[in-house]
């Protein structure tokens, strides 16, 4: 998958710029509060998932302006395609090839995508909830039965902690919490199968490429929190079996905290650099350079699944990098297309193909 050019009006700081890409490696580069990482944003919207950053939809708007507008020429596997996306106070039009779509959900499965930004090192760096995210959003963007399993899932965790309050005052209710047990054991194991066998793709694409950021000095491991207690050739319904156990002893506990302890929504994936915690021994460079190991495995894994290889949006990757490091995402990511933004001019030199690009103000000079 690649992008031949984005067209962007009155998105954030940005009036009138187009950008006509390489197919191999783009680096974007100024000073700070240029535009780099808005150039980034505008071209993530297209793969229909929301902002990386959080915004909302009206924050796209340049100050001033009613509109903002986004153009994406891109190519897949099998024919050119065209996107625009116009922002306006109260709604969005998002259309595809000249056909108009409902929402921007609708873009999803069309432009591939991933995204590394700082924000991403919350990854490595926070706790348990930030990498169950990554997880979830990776999950469901491939497997639309997923997002209905693990909403599934959140429901009845939801109810049964709603019960567990009530007990106090309501004890006759108690017997109710079996079948509550029972649903969520289910949903349960339907999301931890599908969470093991993506680890499991996962922590290989992203060992090989880890290996190659740090020169075969280094290693990393990703392993899901529950794969010690389960075999990874355990059938859904031994999970299941396994899972309800674990509810029906945490059970006593649940009551008396009014929650419930255990369960996909507690677990985590461990990360380890030469066999310790990324998170509290990796230095910062080892950790970005893991955070964007799990990014790029990530886009292993679309590529396995859709045939398409998303196209790597870098946001400010290379601080921290040593130059060996830097020279690896520089050059030696040869396979898709590449868009990374920089501030230090002196590391565009070292590119040995593609294009770059100096934003000021919004504009390419
Ligand atoms: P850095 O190197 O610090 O990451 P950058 O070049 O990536 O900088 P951006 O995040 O792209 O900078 O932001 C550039 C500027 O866009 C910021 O100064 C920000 O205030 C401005 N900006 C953000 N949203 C809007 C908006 N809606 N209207 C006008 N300007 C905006
Ligand atoms: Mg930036």
Same mark, same amino acid.
């Not at 922002?87 to 000249?98: A, R």
């Not at 000095?217 to 010690?228: A, C, D, G, P």
């Given at each position: 998958?690649?992008?031949?050019?984005?067209?962007?009006?009155?998105?954030?700081?940005?009036?009138?710029?187009?950008?006509?890409?390489?197919?191999?490696?783009?680096?974007?580069?100024?000073?700070?509060?240029?535009?780099?990482?808005?150039?980034?944003?505008?071209?993530?919207?297209?793969?229909?998932?929301?902002?990386?950053?959080?915004?909302?939809?009206?924050?796209?708007?340049?100050?001033?302006?009613?509109?903002?507008?986004?153009?994406?020429?891109?190519?897949?596997? +099998?024919?050119? =395609?065209?996107?625009?996306?116009? #922002?306006?106070? $109260?709604? /969005?039009?998002?259309?595809? &090839?000249?056909?108009?779509?409902?929402?921007?959900?609708?873009?999803?499965?069309?432009?591939?995508?991933?995204?590394?930004?700082?924000?991403?090192?919350?990854?490595?760096?926070?706790?348990?909830?930030?990498?169950?995210?990554?997880?979830?959003?990776?999950?469901?963007?491939?497997?639309?039965?997923?997002?209905?399993?693990?909403?599934?899932?959140?429901?009845?965790?939801?109810?049964?902690?709603?019960?567990?309050?009530?007990?106090?005052?309501?004890?006759?209710?108690?017997?109710?919490?079996?079948?509550?047990?029972?649903?969520?054991?289910?949903?349960?194991?339907?999301?931890?199968?599908?969470?093991?066998?993506?680890?499991?793709?996962?922590?290989?694409?992203?060992?090989?490429?880890?290996?190659?950021? +740090?020169?075969? =000095?280094?290693?990393?491991?990703? #392993?899901?929190? $529950?794969? /010690?207690?389960?075999?990874? &050739?355990?059938?859904?319904?031994?999970?299941?079996?396994?899972?309800?156990?674990?509810?029906?002893?945490?059970?006593?506990?649940?009551?008396?905290?009014?929650?419930?302890?255990?369960?996909?929504?507690?677990?985590?994936?461990?990360?380890?650099?030469?066999?310790?915690?990324?998170?509290?021994?990796?230095?910062?460079?080892?950790?970005?350079?893991?955070?964007?190991?799990?990014?790029?495995?990530?886009?292993?894994?679309?590529?396995?699944?859709?045939?398409?290889?998303?196209?790597?949006?870098?946001?400010?990757?290379?601080?921290?990098?040593?130059?060996?490091?830097?020279?690896?995402?520089?050059?030696?990511?040869?396979?898709?297309?590449?868009?990374?933004?920089?501030?230090?001019?002196?590391?565009?030199?070292?590119?040995?193909?593609?294009?770059?690009?100096?934003?000021?103000?919004?504009?390419?000079?």
């Amino acid at each position: 998958m690649t992008v031949d050019s984005v067209k962007i009006n009155n998105f954030r700081n940005i009036t009138d710029l187009t950008l006509s890409a390489d197919e191999g490696v783009n680096v974007i580069y100024g000073e700070n509060a240029q535009g780099k990482t808005n150039i980034l944003e505008s071209i993530w919207l297209f793969t229909g998932c929301k902002s990386f950053r959080g915004a909302k939809d009206a924050e796209f708007l340049k100050f001033g302006e009613d509109f903002a507008k986004i153009n994406l020429k891109f190519k897949d596997n +099998s024919r050119e =395609k065209q996107s625009e996306i116009i #922002f306006s106070e $109260k709604k /969005k039009n998002v259309s595809l &090839n000249g056909i108009q779509l409902r929402s921007s959900a609708e873009l999803i499965g069309s432009f591939y995508a991933v995204i590394f930004s700082p924000v991403h090192l919350s990854l490595i760096k926070d706790g348990p909830g930030a990498r169950r995210k990554f997880l979830d959003t990776a999950l469901c963007q491939l497997k639309p039965k997923y997002a209905e399993y693990l909403a599934s899932y959140k429901k009845v965790l939801m109810h049964r902690n709603a019960l567990l309050k009530d007990l106090y005052m309501s004890p006759q209710l108690y017997d109710v919490l079996d079948s509550f047990d029972d649903q969520l054991a289910r949903y349960a194991s339907a999301v931890i199968v599908e969470r093991l066998k993506y680890i499991d793709i996962l922590s290989e694409y992203s060992m090989n490429i880890y290996s190659g950021i +740090s020169e075969n =000095k280094e290693n990393i491991s990703v #392993f899901y929190s $529950k794969s /010690k207690e389960i075999d990874k &050739n355990s059938s859904p319904k031994d999970i299941y079996i396994q899972e309800l156990e674990k509810i029906k002893e945490a059970r006593k506990e649940d009551v008396i905290y009014k929650t419930t302890s255990v369960g996909p929504h507690r677990d985590d994936i461990e990360i380890l650099i030469n066999n310790v915690s990324a998170r509290s021994f990796g230095s910062q460079g080892q950790q970005r350079s893991c955070a964007l190991a799990l990014k790029l495995g990530e886009s292993e894994i679309i590529k396995k699944v859709t045939g398409e290889t998303p196209v790597a949006l870098l946001d400010d990757v290379m601080s921290e990098l040593d130059e060996k490091r830097q020279d690896y995402v520089l050059n030696h990511i040869t396979d898709r297309q590449v868009f990374l933004t920089c501030c230090d001019p002196s590391q565009v030199l070292r590119l040995c193909g593609g294009k770059s690009f100096e934003i000021k103000d919004g504009e390419i000079i």
